[in-house]
Nanobody, 123 residues
């Protein structure tokens, strides 16, 4: 069993910053990639940023230049630094991990989700 535990959400004023963290723990595994998604009320869940095991990153256009994703491979943890936050960034943010368990055949990809953390940007 693999668990993703998120932290760092909250209420912030427009222009402020928050840092989200997500730690993966559980059965022996190898992390292929980790990502952050978000879902605003009445909208579909969307990709915010993703980082591979090689450190390759990609971002949603609306977050480029404001958000930065990073990871600590030794801790199986991914971070999302969010700067210059806007009211439209308000959403529940979810961590996603693309993992291969040590017991899996090579190339197997399993996706796990965190429980979500609320980010509210409001004055």
């Amino acid at each position: 069993q693999v668990q993703l535990v998120e932290s760092g959400g909250g209420l912030v004023q427009p222009g402020g910053s928050l840092r989200l963290s997500c730690a993966a723990s559980g059965n022996a595994f190898r992390v292929n990639a980790m990502a952050w998604y978000r879902q605003a009320p009445g909208k579909q869940r969307e990709l915010v940023a993703r980082v591979t095991s090689y450190g390759i990153t990609n971002y949603a256009d609306v977050t480029k230049g404001r958000f930065s994703i990073s990871r600590d491979n030794a801790k199986n943890t991914v971070y999302l630094q969010m700067n210059n936050l806007k009211p439209e960034d308000t959403a529940v943010y979810y961590c996603n991990a693309d993992l291969t368990l040590n017991s899996d055949r090579p190339g197997t990809s399993r996706h796990y989700w965190g429980q979500g953390t609320q980010v509210t940007v409001s004055s």
